[in-house]
């Protein structure tokens, strides 16, 4: 998909739609029955778990007999997104991807989400059906169902609460707490653009403020923007592992930088931990843009956030099953809890690693 990102002034009450489509329909017109209705028109449920999904006072959904996982994100409007720049249907689209992200590093499959939203009147329902394209096709790709929710106004702009459930298969679950001395650190696909895409985006959104005239060059930041706007959830590497036969020994995903990640693993399981800067993932346009932007592309890697990859340790014996991976990258070494956590450069200098992740407050 391409990017070409029309800035919203979000003061007015008519941008939000009309930069879609033309018509605006009140939700008030339609009221909160109405718009869930709406909403849940067009979905057939697709899993053969789901007995009863959006439409009673609970769904139903046949017991398995894996382990249960369940996990839960919100997300709120001014915090952890700008719709100035954010589309509708990304900001769906994400709100998905980033639990099903959490159900994955369980070695999980995720099967159903819950949907909370809170609206405030700025939102048309054109623009609620848009935020929901971008969740049923979140939906379809993990294939997870959409069995319910809650909806209610909000003054204090949009607030998407996501919950979702999944399964694992007994015995099979990874935790963080589960790595151990000599153990091989691995990241999947690479990191540091999703940061670069927000910084991306961010120059953009202060250009237009200086100058309404001027609208976003996004041209030659599409994959970084994409990173920012419209993460993937890896559910095609814990398919994968699976079918290989590797359970890794701890596992979770990056979604507040490496380095606040690696610390959260290391004392989870009473390790330390050693990377190597040269075997650091990082895309080439995500180098150049690290470079123009003046960011030290290291620290890109550790501190940015929002990759939605995953950070997972495995045994020795299982290396050659993931040799030929072209996504899996083999980054460090756990090791003993004394040796600390440590990056070792490029020039070969030991430094210690330490969290500045997203910070919200
Ligand atoms: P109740 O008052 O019993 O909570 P609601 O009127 O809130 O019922 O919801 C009716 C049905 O619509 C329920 O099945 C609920 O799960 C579903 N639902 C409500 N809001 C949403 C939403 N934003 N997204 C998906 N499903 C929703
Ligand atoms: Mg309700």
Redesign the pocket.
């Known amino acids: 998909m391409r990017y070409s990102l029309k800035f919203a002034d979000k003061s007015t009450k008519t941008t939000l739609s009309k930069s879609m489509s033309e018509k605006r329909t009140e939700i008030g017109e339609i009221g ?2 109405g718009l ?1 209705k709406k ?2 028109e067009g979905l057939t449920f697709k899993r053969p778990d789901t007995f009863t ?7 139903v959904i046949k017991a398995s007999s894996d382990e249960l996982l369940v996990t839960s994100d919100m997300l709120t409007e001014g915090i952890h997104f700008d719709l100035s720049y954010v589309p509708l249907m990304h900001l769906g689209y994400k709100a998905i991807s980033v639990n099903v992200s959490d159900i994955a590093a369980m070695n999980g499959t995720p099967t159903h989400v ?4 809170g609206l405030s009147n700025r939102f048309s329902v054109e623009a609620v059906e848009e935020l929901y394209k971008g969740i049923n096709a979140a939906c379809n790709d993990f294939n997870v169902e ?6 209610t106004a909000s003054h204090a702009g949009l607030i998407l609460s996501v919950t979702c459930i999944g399964t694992g298969p007994k015995g099979k679950i990874v935790k963080r707490s589960g790595a151990k001395k000599g153990d091989i650190i691995c990241a999947t696909g690479d990191l540091g653009a999703a940061y670069l895409g927000l910084q991306v985006l961010e120059r953009e959104k202060a250009v237009f403020k200086q100058n309404p005239q001027m609208q976003p060059k996004l041209e030659n930041y599409q994959y970084l923007v994409q990173r920012q706007l419209k993460p993937k959830a890896r559910m095609d590497i814990i398919h994968e592992l699976n079918e290989l036969g590797v359970v890794p020994t701890a596992m979770m995903d990056i979604s507040d930088g490496l380095a606040s990640e690696l610390l959260h693993m290391s004392k989870a399981s009473g390790v330390g931990m050693k990377i190597f800067e040269e075997n650091l993932p990082m895309d080439g346009l995500a180098y150049d843009t690290a470079v123009e932007f003046q960011i030290d592309t290291a620290a890109c890697i550790l501190n940015g956030g929002e990759d939605y990859e995953l950070l997972f340790t495995i045994d020795q014996k299982d290396h050659a099953k993931l040799e030929k991976h072209r996504d899996i990258h083999f980054i460090g070494f756990v090791q003993d809890l004394e040796l600390g956590n440590v990056l070792i450069s490029k020039q070969q200098n030991e430094v210690a690693l330490t969290a500045q992740g997203f910070k919200h407050f």
């Open positions: 909160e029955f869930i909403l849940s999904g959006i439409g009673d006072d609970a769904a819950f949907l909370n939203i959409l069995a319910g929710g809650d909806t």
